[in-house]
């Protein structure tokens, strides 16, 4: 039997089967396809990117981010986007898994050339993920870690001076969130959960170019490209609810490769009613470390204060309705400042004065 010719440029033999599509294409065109779409979706209606914006991309050593941060080097260029990428990534402390991707990470800084920041769980919060783990068990021990990792991201992010992040989040997270919060009524998550940007509620712009790139596509690019990536899983996610979702949307997909992207475009669709949104709560500054929250502490602070009193799961719980003042001896979380980006260099951005970036924030929310 002949080999079969690739679908796209007819000539050469084709080495894979694209999961998303179900064409056989080449190497060659594989990668073009890929990246190309991935660019598509960048500047897609207003475009996430402006030029000369400082960007930086969540790096965990995993493939999501590994690609990310090859794709956008190479598109940065290619396209001339004018962009300043730096690598941002969070230790949360766990031992066996964090301190190994973060030598891969250091690895992508050396291939890639890019500025590397990293921040710990440790240095913000006082508790590494082992300790919380230690303390209030395996089960739900994702919250805390969400919850923490996404003001961590924001804090290191304004450390290096940039208004801007992008993660490695694909087409399969997405439609894993879609159904997670139909799962549990979440209608305010539910109608945000697709955007490529958001930052309506957030101090950081927030971006996910991967928002359309299979899971599958991504591990054959970095495979077919050789890149370097740390591939072992959370020891601490196979109890983690997103699981279940996971499974679910796999088993989908066997039947039906579309069933993916389907999901993002049905999340998509979904509108929050006017009367809905003005029983929502308003945004506010966390009084205790200004990070922008809908009660008067933010979620870290309250689950940080659960800790700190010797809380199991019940932590989850903590009240976010509270004073300014964290209790005698209890470890709090630093002020969340950020810096100017008006500056054009990174020696810039270090001597600019620091700024309540939170009551921007706050002002955009109020203007939408």
């Not at 079969?4 to 064409?23: E, F």
């Not at 990668?31 to 930086?56: K, L, M, Q, W, Y």
């Not at 066997?254 to 029983?279: C, M, T």
Request: glycine share 8%; aromatic share 8%.
């Amino acid at each position: 039997m002949p080999p079969t010719p690739c679908s796209l440029c007819h000539t050469a033999r084709a080495l894979v089967k694209r999961p998303k599509t179900g064409q056989p294409v080449c190497k060659d065109c594989f990668f073009e396809v890929f990246e190309t779409e991935v660019h598509n979706t960048i500047i897609e209606g207003d475009g996430i990117f402006a030029r000369g914006e400082s960007v930086a991309i969540g790096a965990s050593g995993g493939k999501d981010s590994t690609v990310l941060a090859h794709v956008l080097s190479v598109l940065n260029k290619r396209y001339d986007y004018g962009l300043d990428l730096y690598l941002l990534s969070i230790d949360e402390g766990i031992t066996g898994y964090r301190d190994d991707s973060l030598e891969t990470v250091k690895q992508n800084q050396v291939e890639y050339g890019l500025p590397l920041k990293i921040l710990s769980y440790n240095d913000l919060y006082g508790w590494t993920m082992d300790k919380i783990v230690e303390q209030v068990g395996r089960r739900n021990n994702c919250t805390f870690c969400g919850v923490f990792r996404r003001q961590a991201l924001d804090r290191g992010a304004a450390q290096l001076g940039v208004d801007h992040i992008v993660t490695g989040h694909n087409a399969d997270d997405i439609a894993e969130t879609v159904l997670m919060n139909i799962m549990r009524g979440d209608i305010a998550r539910l109608g945000r959960c697709t955007a490529v940007t958001t930052q309506s509620e957030d101090t950081i712009k927030r971006s996910k170019p991967f928002k359309y790139a299979y899971e599958k596509e991504i591990v054959m690019y970095a495979y077919f490209k050789k890149l370097t990536y740390f591939s072992t899983e959370c020891i601490y996610s196979p109890d983690a609810y997103r699981g279940h979702a996971r499974v679910f949307l796999k088993d989908l997909e066997a039947i039906r490769p579309s069933a993916i992207v389907d999901i993002i475009h049905s999340g998509e669709q979904f509108v929050l009613e006017q009367n809905v949104q003005k029983g929502m709560k308003a945004m506010q500054t966390c009084l205790r470390c200004g990070y922008i929250s809908s009660n008067d502490l933010c979620k870290a602070c309250a689950l940080l204060e659960g800790l700190e009193s010797g809380l199991d799961r019940s932590a989850l719980r903590q009240t976010q309705d509270n004073s300014s003042a964290a209790p005698t001896g209890h470890r709090t979380i630093p002020k969340f400042e950020r810096y100017s980006s008006g500056t054009s260099t990174p020696q810039d951005k270090a001597l600019a004065q620091p700024t309540e970036g939170i009551e921007r924030a706050v002002q955009a929310i109020e203007i939408r």
